[in-house]
């Protein structure tokens, strides 16, 4: 389970910013502002999303392939 203190910071700890953000999902800032206040799981999938996505990218994602 992967858990962050605020949206934001999340985005910040990705080094994405809130216009890059939403620039990937075609919305406007204000549009993501909207969701992050509204704290439903939609944007939680979303952030997850972009964790798993640009995580990895970065290296800053632990994958687990001990499958033998």
């Known amino acids: 389970m992967i858990k962050y203190k605020c949206i934001k910071c999340e985005f910040k700890r990705l080094g994405l ?3 890059q953000v939403a620039t990937i999902l075609d919305i406007s800032v204000q549009n993501l ?36």
Request: glycine letters at 8%.
């Open 17 to 19: 910013t809130n216009i």
């Open 33 to 68: 502002d909207y969701l992050i206040k509204q704290d439903k799981a939609r944007i939680h999938w979303i952030t997850l999303g972009l964790i798993n996505y640009y995580g990895e990218i970065n290296g800053t994602t632990q994958t687990h392939s001990s499958r033998v």
